[in-house]
């Protein structure tokens, strides 16, 4: 079974940082596009940031400049450092994954990992 387990949350003041990471585990083949989305309660949930199969990186425009996404392939992992946190990044944050396996290629997400900026 493709599993994506999620680290890095936690509770800081405005200007802070943090670094979540994402790592794949199970019967894994290849993986493609990795990345992050979040979501406030009562809300839709929003892409925050895509790191594409070739390397190329998408960000969300409220978060340009202050997050940075990178991934180690080696260990089928996803970073996403955040700095200069705002209050209004509060949000649970998911990580997302299409991930080749033998049971073929399907998209995958994490728990949720609950990050919370206080003014």
């Known amino acids: 079974q493709v599993q994506l387990v999620e680290s890095g949350g936690g509770s800081v003041g405005t200007g802070g940082s943090l670094r979540l990471s994402c790592t794949a585990s199970?019967?894994?083949?290849?993986?493609?596009?990795m990345g992050w989305q979040r979501q406030v309660p009562r809300m839709a949930r929003e892409p925050v940031s895509l790191l594409t199969d070739n390397a190329g990186t998408i960000y969300a425009d409220s978060v340009k400049g202050r997050f940075n996404i990178s991934r180690d392939e080696g260990k089928n992992t996803v970073y996403l450092q955040m700095n200069d946190l705002k209050p209004e990044d509060t949000a649970v944050y998911y990580c997302?994954?299409?991930?080749?396996?033998?049971?073929?290629?399907?998209?995958?997400w994490g728990q949720g990992t609950q990050v919370t900026v206080s003014s």
């Open positions: 199970g019967r894994i083949i290849s993986i493609a596009g």
């Open positions: 997302f994954a299409r991930i080749k396996s033998e049971q073929g290629t399907n998209n995958y």
